[in-house]
């Protein structure tokens, strides 16, 4: 089992162009989710899947969109760019309702010029 | 997030202690974790506890959790250098749709 796959692993845009994250997962997981992460202030939601079909937005849901594209896919989308976009996003599944044991991909690290 | 915090930083010497703290606002938290990052990582799930629990061990951790001040504790017993990581704090509630609100993070630094 690969786990939680995420591509690409670096990216660089430059301001206003767009791009998407992808995620799989490969344990049947109903729940996935994305975060990005900025230091000092830990990981923050921006939009989350409780099951395939829907979607609902975290905490800092603006400038981004997302798809739930089957159970095992969860893509980020940023449509226009800007450089507080420049973060590292992490994709997240879990499979319980109660414990939330989040699994965790590698993540992506991107830079907004 | 706002709602959990934790200090910045920690540095301890191989094979001491370690305790990492945490509080966090809300008394209707149903579990409460820690989670380690490995630089250049993904977070992993290390422990979590539930809160009618006040403490949990597992192997050279042992988690404290005191609900009337709001303080979370991780010990790592004989830390190693291995153990040099970010620990996260993260809380689930109910009303929140179990979804994970994270501490900012501390970074432990174990020097030889």
């Known amino acids: 089992n690969a786990g939680v796959t995420q591509t690409p692993k670096f990216q660089v845009l430059k301001t206003g162009q767009s791009m998407t994250l992808q995620c799989a997962q490969d344990?049947?997981?109903?729940?996935m989710y994305w975060y990005r992460q900025d230091p000092g202030m830990g990981l923050r939601l921006i939009y989350y899947?409780?099951?395939?079909?829907?979607?609902d937005k975290g905490e800092v849901p603006n400038g981004y969109n997302v798809s739930r594209l089957n159970k095992r896919e969860f893509s980020l989308r940023l449509e226009s760019a800007a450089p507080s976009q420049t973060s590292v996003y992490f994709c997240?599944?879990?499979?319980?309702?109660?414990?939330?044991?989040?699994?965790f991909g590698p993540g992506t690290r991107l830079t907004v010029l | 997030g706002e709602d959990v915090e934790q200090s910045l930083f920690l540095s301890v010497r191989e094979g001491d202690s370690s305790v990492i703290n945490c509080t966090y606002t809300?008394?209707?938290?149903?579990?409460l974790y820690w989670y380690k990052q490995e630089p250049g990582a993904g977070l992993q799930l290390l422990t979590y506890?539930?809160?009618?629990?006040d403490m949990k061990q597992d192997q050279r951790l042992t988690v404290l959790l005191n609900k009337k001040d709001k303080h979370l504790s991780l010990r790592i017993a004989d830390t190693q250098t291995g153990d040099s990581a970010i620990y996260f704090c993260?809380?689930?509630?109910?009303?929140?749709?179990?979804?994970?609100?994270f501490g900012g993070g501390t970074r432990v630094l174990v020097k030889p």
């Open positions: 899947s409780a099951s395939e079909g829907t979607t």
């Open positions: 993260a809380e689930t509630r109910e009303a929140a749709g179990n979804k994970l609100t």
């Open positions: 344990m049947n997981h109903n729940s």
């Open positions: 809300d008394s209707s938290s149903t579990y």
């Open positions: 506890i539930f809160s009618n629990m």
């Open positions: 997240a599944s879990s499979g319980r309702s109660d414990l939330n044991e989040q699994f």
